[in-house]
C-alpha cells in the first residue's frame, strides 16, 4: 500500500479514486506524551485496513487531527485520540 500527504503517489498514476477514508487511534489522555507517535502509527495503520477493505492501491492526501473529550462530570482526565484521513485510490497498473 503507498500512503502520500500529496495528491501524488511516487512511480504510480491514480486511475480512480475509491472514496475518502477515516481512521482513529485508541483514546489516551492528553497529558501522556510518551508513545505519541505510536498513536500515530495506529492510526495510520488502521486507515491502511479500511483502504484495503476497498480494494485500494494506495492513499493519498493523507492528513491527521485530533479527537478530543474534556473535562466534564464523567470524565476524571482529558482524552484524545490520533484521527488519519486521506483519500483511497485505484493505481494505473503498468503496461
Sequence with gaps: MQ?????????????YPIGRVQAASSWHGTAQTEGAEDFHKAALQALIETAREFDADAIIGVDYAYDEVKHGELLAVELRRVCATGIAVKLAKAA
Excluded at 500512503?3 to 486511475?15: K, Y
Design 3 to 15: 500512503i502520500s500527504t500529496t495528491n501524488e503517489v511516487e512511480g504510480g498514476r491514480v486511475l
